[in-house]
C-alpha cells in the first residue's frame, strides 16, 4: 500500500474526485499554478486543468460566497482557506449563507460545498497562523465539521466531505502534515512513513463524517481528543501509564455520542483536551453532553486540558501548546476519587 | 431626477405596454396589500416594501430569457413578482405559512424558486453578490449562455465583498449584469451622507468593468440598458454594471419614521415621475388602452391580489416539526454537471 503525508492524502482525495466528477471545483488563494500555500493542491491544476483548479484573488468572503452560488447551481466547489485565522471575512457567507441555504429554501437550494483549512498551532506562527476556531463553526446548525488526525483519515474524510450534501468545515491540523507530533518540539520530527495511519489505499474510499475513532482502548479513564491532541494524548497515556481510552472524534459535527457514551460508561472517568482557548471551547460542550449522558456513571470530575485563554503567543508557545505534561496532571487528577 | 415631459409614443407595442403596466401595478397592489396585512398583525417581523421602484424589475425582466437568474437582497417582493413566481407563495411565506414558498421558513426576506431561477431573497446586506456571481460561474462553467441579474442596492455599493467579487467577475468574464438599485436612501442614511463618490455605476471602473446610469422610473429606459447588458454578457465579454436610479415612496421597512426626508420629496416623486403613471399616460395617449380597459386590468390585479391575502391567511401555520427539516439532507445526492 502506498505511503503518503497527510498533504499527499488530501492531495490524492482531490485528484479521485476530481477525476470523477466534472462538478467538483478546487480553488483558493495560491492553489492553482502554484499548488497551495502547504503543497496540498500541487500537481492538480497540470492535471486537471486551470477551469477546474484555480487560483483567486486574496478575498475569502467572495471566494466561499461566490463557491455558495455555485453550490447552488449544483456544482462541488472545495475551497482552500489558505489558514483558519483568514476564515473570519468570510463567517458571514459560511454561517448565514452556505450552512442555511437549504432550510430557509425549504430545500430548493443546497450547498454541497468544503471549505478547507489549516487550522491548529505548532509551527511557530504567532497569533493570526495558530488558531483554532473549530467551536465558532460547531455553533452554526447546517455545518458539518471535520478535522482528520491521520493521512488515511484525511484523505477518507475529505472525499466524504465533497460527496456530503452539506457544506462542510474542512480542518487540517498543519502541525500534522508532514507527521505526527507528540509535543517534544525540539526533537526530530518522525515522518508519516512509519507511521501505520500513513499507509493510504489508492483510488477512491470514504470515510463515514460522524464516526469516531477508538484510536486506544483502555480502561482507566476515557480522554476525547481530535487532530494534534490525539497524539499528545497518547503521548501522555504513554508517559503515565495510565491505561486510557483515546478516541479521536474526527467528526466534531455531528459528534459520535455514541462512542463517547459508551467509553465513559465503562470508565466512568473523562478528560477533554484541545488547542483552541478555553472558555467557551468544543471542550465545554463535550463536557455538557458527557455530564448529561453518563451522570450516574462518572466516578470523579470530568477535566479539561485546552490553550489558554490567551492570543496565541509567539515566545511562549510552547507553555501555551497544551502539551503532554498537561494532560498527565489531568489523568492524574481524574483518577484521584 | 427631472420631471418627465408629457409620455411620447416611443417605438413599443400596445400588447408590450400593457404587459408592464399589469406587472408594475401587480407588485404595487401587492406591496399595498402586504402594508395592510403587516398593519393587521398577519405579518410579523420585517417586511421591505418594494413601491415606487416597480420599474426596475419588470423593465429587467423584460431583458430576461427563460434560464438566466436572479438574486437580489431583502427587498425582494417585487423581483418574485416580476419573475413570475405565484402571489399566493410569496404572500404566505410573509404570513409565515405552510403554503409559502420556504413553508415560513424563510419569511419577507428568504424565499426562492428553482422553477423561476430565483435563487433569494437574502437579508444579509450585500452578501448575495458573491453568490451571484458564482451562478454565473456555474452557468459559463456549463456553457449554457445563460446570465445572472445579481441585485444590490446603494447601501450595499460600500460593501467590501462588492468589490472583492467585481475584480473576480472581470478577472473570469463571467456573466453577470450587476443591477444597482439606487433608491438614494440606505434604510436612513442619504447616500450624500455614506457615499464619497455618488456615481456608482463608475464603481467597476477600476476592475474594467463598463456601466451606465439608468432612470429606473421609465420601465422602457430600463429595458433598453437590460437587454444592452444582458447582450454584453452573453457575449462572453463579462460583467456589466447598470446603476438604475430609483425611488422607494414607503420607508425602508414597516417601523420606518421616515424622518431622513421630507414628505415633499416623496410627493413630488409620485407625483411627476411615478413608474406606473408613466405607462399609464404612454397607453392613454398612444391610444393603445382605454381607461375602461386599464380598469379591467385594475380589477383583475386587485383578485389576484385579494386572492393571495386569502390564501395568505388560510394556509395553515407550519408543523412544529419543520423546525427540524432541511437542517441536512436526509440521503446523499449527485454532482450537477
Known sequence: MPRMTMIEALRDAMDVKLAQDPSVLVFGEDVGYFGGVFRCTAGLQAKHGEERVFDTPINESAIVGMAVGMAAQGMRPCVEVQFADYVFPAYDQITQEAARLRHRSNEMFTCPLVVRMPTGGGIFGGQTHSQSPEALFTHVAGLKVVIPSTPYDAKGLLIAAIEDPDPVIFLEPKRLYNGPFYGDHSGKSVGWAKHPAGEVPEGHYAIEIGKADVRRPGSDVTILAYGTMVYIAEAAVEQSGIDAEIIDLRSLLPLDLETIKASVEKTGRCVVVHEATRTSGFGGELIAEVQEACFWHLKSPLQRVTGWDAPYPHATEWDYFPGPDRVIRALHKAMED | ?337
Open chain 2, 1 to 337: 431626477m427631472a420631471a418627465r415631459k408629457a409620455a411620447a409614443a416611443p417605438n413599443v407595442s400596445a400588447e408590450e405596454l400593457l404587459t408592464y403596466y399589469r406587472d408594475m401595478l401587480l407588485i404595487r397592489r401587492f406591496e399595498e396589500k402586504a402594508g395592510q396585512l403587516y398593519g393587521m398583525g398577519l405579518i410579523g417581523g420585517f417586511c421591505h416594501l418594494y413601491i415606487g421602484q416597480e420599474a426596475v424589475v419588470v423593465g429587467l425582466e423584460a431583458a430576461a430569457e427563460e434560464g438566466d437568474k436572479r438574486i437580489t437582497s431583502y427587498r425582494d417582493h417585487g423581483h418574485m413578482l416580476a419573475c413570475g413566481m405565484d402571489p399566493n407563495g410569496v404572500m404566505a411565506e410573509l404570513t409565515g405559512r405552510e403554503g409559502g414558498y420556504s413553508k415560513g421558513k424563510g419569511g419577507s426576506m428568504h424565499m426562492f424558486s428553482r422553477e423561476k431561477h430565483f435563487y433569494g431573497g437574502h437579508g444579509i446586506v450585500g452578501a448575495q453578490v458573491p453568490l451571484g456571481a458564482g451562478l454565473a460561474f456555474a452557468d459559463k462553467y456549463k456553457g449554457n449562455g445563460r446570465v445572472t441579474f445579481t441585485y444590490f442596492g446603494d447601501g450595499a455599493a460600500n460593501q467590501g465583498q462588492v468589490y472583492e467579487t467585481f475584480n473576480m467577475a472581470a478577472l473570469w468574464d463571467l456573466p453577470v449584469v450587476f443591477v444597482i438599485e439606487n433608491n438614494q436612501y440606505a434604510m436612513g442614511t442619504a447616500q450624500k451622507r455614506s457615499t464619497s463618490t455618488p456615481e456608482l455605476y463608475t464603481r467597476g471602473a477600476a476592475f474594467g468593468i463598463k456601466g451606465e446610469i439608468v432612470d429606473g422610473m421609465d420601465v422602457l429606459a430600463v429595458k433598453a440598458a437590460g437587454e444592452k447588458a444582458v447582450k454584453h454578457c452573453r457575449s462572453g465579454k463579462g460583467p456589466y454594471i447598470l446603476e438604475i436610479k430609483t425611488y422607494r415612496y414607503r420607508g425602508h421597512s414597516m417601523s420606518d419614521p421616515a424622518k431622513y426626508r421630507t414628505r415633499e420629496e416623496v410627493q413630488k416623486m409620485r407625483e411627476e415621475r411615478d413608474p406606473i403613471d408613466h405607462v399609464r399616460e404612454m397607453l392613454l395617449t398612444g391610444k393603445h388602452a382605454s381607461e375602461e380597459d386599464l380598469k379591467a386590468i385594475d380589477k383583475e390585479i386587485k383578485k389576484i391580489v385579494g386572492d393571495s391575502a386569502d390564501f395568505a391567511r388560510n394556509s395553515p401555520e407550519p408543523a412544529l416539526e419543520e423546525l427540524w427539516t432541511d437542517i441536512y439532507a436526509d440521503a446523499p445526492t449527485e454532482g450537477a454537471v
